[in-house]
């Protein structure tokens, strides 16, 4: 079955510092792999996402995050984290189990950055 | 970028009533929409997958009855929590594909949510 896992509830950071957020995944087949970001009492937001090509995947307000094949990971990565930066980050995987067209939601990562 | 409409955004009824959630792509043709459920500090729980012209899909242990998908146009779906109650309380998120072209590769635009109250 296809999976996503976050195995932090939390991360903290301080403004400035480099952040990860971290997101391991289990398909079967290529992966099709996303990040959203929610911030609070809203809908979320695409922020970036990994078909195929390059293992380093840039998307929005300065985010990017790696695809290792072999640690099955997709890692949500900042060089310098902001305070606006605070919100609940989601990864996703396209389902191609089932027609193609639902997305898998891990559980969600709180990021918190302070001042 | 694509821009979805949620509405509205916050809504409180009684008890019995019911409630009905608009969800629109307002620059994109979404032949496929897709209502989740989101409860406080949780992720999304997907409800049902909404499909332009027929019915839609209902993920299991979703009361088709209680929660009526309508899908008439390329870009409305509609949500409607029949005879809600309290415990239907909480954050209603839809999302679309955008299908106006070929080759979608799986990033989904969301609506800001609904946060419905039922008293």
């Known amino acids: 079955a296809q999976s996503v896992a976050q195995p932090e509830d939390q991360v903290n950071v301080a403004e400035g510092n480099p952040l990860t957020v971290k997101c391991t995944y289990s398909?079967?087949?290529?992966?099709?792999l996303f990040w959203y970001v929610q911030y609070p009492n809203r809908g979320l937001q695409f922020l970036l996402k990994?078909?195929?090509?390059?293992?380093l995947v840039k998307g929005s307000y300065g985010f990017e995050a790696e695809f290792n094949k072999s640690q099955t990971s997709f890692h949500l990565k900042k060089p310098s984290a902001l305070v606006s930066d605070s919100a609940l980050y989601f990864c996703?995987?396209?389902?191609?189990?089932?027609?193609?067209?639902?997305?898998?939601f891990g559980a969600g990562t709180r990021l918190f950055v302070k001042a | 970028g694509a821009v979805v409409s949620q509405h509205p955004s916050r809504v409180i009824c009684k008890s019995g009533t019911s409630v009905k959630i608009e969800c629109r792509s307002l620059?994109?043709?979404?032949?496929?929409m897709f209502w989740y459920r989101q409860f406080p500090k949780q992720s999304l729980m997907l409800m049902a997958t909404?499909?332009?012209?027929?019915?839609?899909?209902?993920e299991q242990g979703v009361e088709k009855d209680k929660f009526l998908i309508n899908h008439a146009s390329l870009t409305l779906s509609t949500l409607t929590v029949t005879s809600a109650h309290p415990e239907d309380s909480s954050f209603y998120i839809c999302?679309?594909?955008?299908?106006?072209?070929?080759?979608?590769?799986?990033?989904?635009?969301f609506g800001e949510g609904s946060r419905l109250t039922v008293l």
């Open positions: 996703a995987v396209r389902d191609i189990t089932t027609g193609g067209f639902k997305t898998i």
């Open positions: 398909v079967s087949g290529n992966p099709y």
């Open positions: 909404s499909n332009e012209g027929s019915k839609a899909t209902y």
């Open positions: 990994y078909i195929t090509g390059d293992n």
């Open positions: 999302s679309a594909r955008d299908s106006t072209s070929g080759g979608w590769t799986g990033e989904l635009f």
């Open positions: 620059d994109f043709q979404a032949t496929t």
